[in-house]
């Protein structure tokens, strides 16, 4: 399998845990229970600067790719790449709503849970379109030569939290992280 293809399947396996963590704390609030707000604003955080800028920017330019040299599945890849926006503004939009129940404003629960179980289904759907059609299809239809070129194209991959840790800006999110890598 292509190297580009292997990071980005890894990324979506540490995206999926990141969610799992979200789901949990979202189903605290779900009961009432005050969750890490700071905890969750710091993955919504990590999404949006490493998920958007880094993550889906190089996953476009593999579809762009894969549009310019002619590929019949385009339908896909313009949902795909029409999503990833999308993505982007739930994931800010959810991100205000926490912040502002950490500054505490009134907002109805129930609206806050409603926003971050849409992103999460969203998200993990839209993982699950992109490696069963648009991986394969990239590994099927993209030459050698088009991967070294994309290879020199694609955006820092420094990773903040899980290649080279930023435990400055996600300091609560990386702690909670290796926790769980040392949990039994």
Same mark, same amino acid.
Request: overall charge negative; proline content about 3%.
């Given at each position: 399998m292509n190297q580009l293809v292997q990071r980005l399947g890894l990324e979506h396996r540490r995206l999926a845990r990141l969610l799992d963590l979200l789901e949990r704390l979202l189903d605290r609030f779900? &009961?009432?229970t005050e969750p890490d707000y700071n905890l969750m604003c710091e993955l919504l955080?990590?999404?949006?600067?490493?998920?958007?800028?880094?993550?889906?920017?190089?996953?476009?330019?593999? =579809?762009?790719?894969?549009?310019?040299?002619?590929?019949?599945?385009?339908?896909?890849?313009?949902?795909?790449?029409?999503?990833?926006?999308l993505l982007g503004q739930m994931n800010r939009r959810f991100r205000r709503s926490l912040e502002g129940i950490i500054h505490e404003e009134v907002l109805?629960?129930?609206?806050?849970?409603?926003?971050?179980?849409?992103?999460i289904a969203a998200l993990r759907q839209h993982?699950?379109?992109?490696?069963?059609?648009?991986?394969?299809?990239?590994?099927?239809?993209?030459?050698a030569a088009d991967w070294t070129e994309l290879e020199s194209v694609m955006p820092d991959t420094s990773d903040p939290l899980f290649v080279?840790?930023? &435990?400055?800006? =996600?300091?609560?999110?990386?702690?909670?992280?290796?926790?769980?890598?040392?949990?039994?």
């Amino acid at each position: 399998m292509n190297q580009l293809v292997q990071r980005l399947g890894l990324e979506h396996r540490r995206l999926a845990r990141l969610l799992d963590l979200l789901e949990r704390l979202l189903d605290r609030f779900s &009961t009432g229970t005050e969750p890490d707000y700071n905890l969750m604003c710091e993955l919504l955080e990590y999404m949006e600067i490493y998920g958007d800028q880094i993550h889906h920017k190089s996953e476009d330019l593999i =579809f762009d790719r894969l549009r310019a040299i002619g590929v019949e599945k385009t339908d896909i890849l313009d949902i795909l790449a029409h999503q990833h926006a999308l993505l982007g503004q739930m994931n800010r939009r959810f991100r205000r709503s926490l912040e502002g129940i950490i500054h505490e404003e009134v907002l109805r629960r129930d609206e806050v849970e409603i926003q971050g179980r849409e992103l999460i289904a969203a998200l993990r759907q839209h993982m699950d379109i992109e490696e069963r059609e648009a991986f394969p299809l990239a590994i099927e239809r993209l030459s050698a030569a088009d991967w070294t070129e994309l290879e020199s194209v694609m955006p820092d991959t420094s990773d903040p939290l899980f290649v080279a840790p930023d &435990t400055a800006r =996600f300091r609560a999110l990386y702690q909670v992280l290796m926790e769980q890598a040392t949990d039994p």
